[in-house]
């Protein structure tokens, strides 16, 4: 009897090598689309096989990775996600884009020695990803066209905040989701409740949530904004977030928010801490930080009697991990009734996401890609009143 025992685990043991080996086979023989995330025709046998492709990295694996070159920027992630039909190694980025910021890094942002830490530099005009694809500064030092910081009259002024994203990084100047939302703005709407709308663009790369924080509530106001819209992306809610805390505190400059300050000294941080060493010790204060950063601008907005509105903006990456990463952001925005404008499934649909991308090592949206991210972002608009009113001051 136990020989029969032994002889029945023995054959379930080969069954289950040979499936898995016919899994494995079957996987190398199916093309790398078929593993895209797609939330309306997803099946359990795809989870699997994604689970798998994935080469089991988890969030946090995922999370370091994004955490690529330029102070974190979200560059190195494609070596994560091979459903983008790509393979990890892109020439252009080592051959050329790294050259070119070897060159022109030290004109691409100001340094501070204040919270923020650094900015944009007035009147750039320097290559960033290639020679087309440059960063282009007005004279405020904001990655836009020229505007007065006083609003001419009979004007609805929206200030932007957000990361490298927003910022545009990745696609020729005058061709982000933010500059094609204000020219469609003013195509569609001027003349009937205002002659004129601006779109101030204060992102900056390389930005996290608290940095828009700071920007929100010290750098916005004097702009006289009639709106704010905060853009968040999978770098501000996710584990690197602490970046730019750890920044502040390393180089000893003021951390100017008392929540921040208590925090940082419940974690045991100090100047003499490694970067990594400071974001393992903030991790657990990540939900706090967000509450806090949430419920900051919403008090701001509401003193300065103004509307607040949050955009989720996506990469073309991972669609599956970025709406799982901003789960509980979707919830905290949803307790406090903070309009939100959900575009995380913008590329969901796409089988190859290199043609939206600037190349395989980065993985910032690329011109094709912000027309993706405005043309999502102006269907939101067109089915929410509410939402079109923040853009648009519409009664």
């Not at 043991?13 to 199916?30: D, H, Q």
């Not at 020229?146 to 002024?157: C, L």
């Not at 991790?283 to 003193?303: C, F, I, K, S, T």
């Not at 009697?305 to 991990?321: I, K, R, W």
């Amino acid at each position: 009897m136990f020989k029969h025992l032994v002889s029945g685990v023995a054959h379930r043991e080969t069954r289950t090598c040979v499936a898995m080996i016919g899994l494995l086979v079957a996987m190398s023989l199916t093309p790398p689309a078929y593993f895209r995330y797609h939330p309306r025709e997803d099946t359990a046998l795809k989870k699997v096989f994604r689970t798998v492709q994935k080469r089991g990295l988890n969030r946090d694996a995922i999370a370091q990775q994004t955490a690529g070159y330029y102070e974190g920027l979200l560059d190195g992630a494609a070596a994560v996600t091979r459903v983008g039909g790509r393979g990890w190694f892109d020439w252009r980025f080592w051959f050329v884009d790294r050259q070119l910021r070897a060159e022109f890094g030290s004109q691409l942002r100001r340094d501070r020695g204040d919270f923020l830490r650094y900015d944009l530099p007035p009147n750039a005009n320097v290559p960033e990803t290639d020679e087309r694809r440059r960063l282009v500064t007005n004279s405020i030092g904001l990655a836009d066209k020229e505007y007065a910081r006083t609003p001419p009259p009979r004007t609805w002024r929206v200030a932007l905040i957000g990361d490298s994203v927003t910022r545009g990084m990745g696609a020729e100047f005058g061709t982000s989701y933010e500059a094609r939302l204000e020219e469609h703005l003013n195509r569609r709407f001027a003349g009937q409740g205002y002659d004129r709308y601006e779109i101030l663009n204060f992102a900056v790369q390389g930005y996290q949530l608290t940095h828009l924080v700071d920007v929100t509530l010290d750098k916005v106001p004097t702009f006289e904004p009639d709106a704010y819209a905060v853009a968040l992306t999978d770098r501000s809610v996710f584990r690197v977030w602490a970046n730019h805390i750890a920044s502040v505190v390393r180089n000893r400059a003021d951390l100017k928010y008392d929540f921040l300050k208590q925090i940082v000294q419940e974690a045991g941080v100090t100047p003499n801490l490694t970067e990594a060493l400071i974001n393992a010790r903030l991790g657990r204060y990540r939900v706090p930080v967000l509450h806090w950063a949430l419920d900051e601008m919403q008090g701001h907005a509401r003193r300065q009697g103004v509307p607040l509105v949050v955009l989720l903006v996506p990469t073309p990456d991972d669609a599956e991990l970025q709406i799982e990463q901003f789960a509980d952001v979707k919830q905290m925005l949803a307790e406090r009734s903070i309009p939100t404008i959900d575009l995380l499934e913008t590329f969901v649909d796409l089988d190859n996401l290199a043609p939206v991308r600037v190349s395989a090592a980065d993985r910032h949206p690329n011109e094709d890609g912000h027309r993706m991210l405005f043309e999502a972002l102006v269907r939101k608009l067109e089915a929410d009143s509410s939402l079109m009113a923040a853009f648009t001051g519409a009664r």
